[in-house]
């Protein structure tokens, strides 16, 4: 009885990780409090979602970078934006009918350019293996409770617990939780009002969440305070503007996600 009265006050009362929690964490790695986010690494001049986009964001010395997480039908982990590998490789069909084999198979670069032929649909853990551990991982989850769960497990596997942040909607969520009530997890769960989607954060006590450009933007500054007030890390999707990085940044924006990537970059830095 002890046991079960246990188990279900984990699951009632779980412990949350905010970002300040896994800046301060054991870890001890020097994570950025603000910055660029590489959407789905560097989109601009790479193919989206690639281990060469990735690279580069890296190299350019992105602070977070965003990549889309779904299952194949073999119930593997990969890299992909859609709901079907049509726009991003030379193949055809859902995503969650291919095996990982068939995936494999497929070219994920020569849409983008002659260069990138070859290029190849990475799953999570060959994206996890070349990331440095002093950047933020937002991993926007395109699925339910078992994309979740798989996703947590693999994210403790690879000891990316203190950088992983899991975007994506209450049944993933739920899913994560599942697993490990201490990863970070940011709120992608869209409201019919910027106000209540603001609440979902605050009363679930996750780590970040990700506000839209242009909705409700009138009352930013109200909204990014209150975040602030209760511990909340603010990503915003999304910005290619350069004279709107100080704004952001003034206004409280932790991370601008960007497909403009070196050229935000460089206008944070200059700020920095």
């Not at 412990?15 to 301060?24: E, M, P, V, Y």
């Amino acid at each position: 009885m002890i046991t079960l009265i246990l188990v279900l006050l984990l699951f009632v009362y779980p412990t949350f990780i905010s970002a300040q929690d896994a800046l301060g964490s054991k870890a001890n790695y020097d994570m950025p409090d603000k910055g660029i986010c590489a959407h789905r690494g560097a989109s601009e001049t790479h193919p989206e979602n690639t281990l060469a986009a990735f690279e580069e964001a890296i190299r350019l010395g992105a602070q977070m970078i965003e990549f889309d997480v779904q299952l194949t039908k073999d119930k593997v982990l990969v890299i992909m934006h859609d709901e079907t590998v049509n726009r991003t490789t030379n193949g055809w069909g859902r995503v969650g009918n291919l095996t990982l084999k068939e995936i494999k198979h497929l070219d994920a670069g020569k849409w983008k350019s002659e260069e990138f032929e070859g290029e190849k649909v990475p799953t999570l853990k060959e994206v996890l293996h070349i990331m440095p551990k002093d950047i933020w991982l937002n991993i926007h989850l395109k699925g339910d409770e078992l994309l979740g769960y798989a996703t947590a497990e693999v994210v403790i596997a690879a000891n990316r617990i203190h950088q992983a942040i899991i975007a994506c909607e209450k049944g993933a969520a739920n899913g994560v939780r599942q697993v490990s009530p201490k990863i970070m997890i940011c709120n992608v769960e869209r409201m019919s009002s910027r106000t209540e989607y603001i609440d979902q954060p605050i009363e679930k006590g996750f780590a970040f969440i990700q506000l839209k450009n242009n909705r409700d933007d009138i009352n930013m500054y109200t909204d990014i305070k209150r975040l602030k007030d209760n511990r909340v890390y603010i990503n915003y999707y999304h910005s290619e503007e350069v004279a709107r990085v100080k704004e952001l940044l003034d206004l409280g924006v932790n991370f601008i996600l960007t497909d403009r990537l070196s050229r935000m970059l460089k206008a944070f830095n200059e700020l920095n």
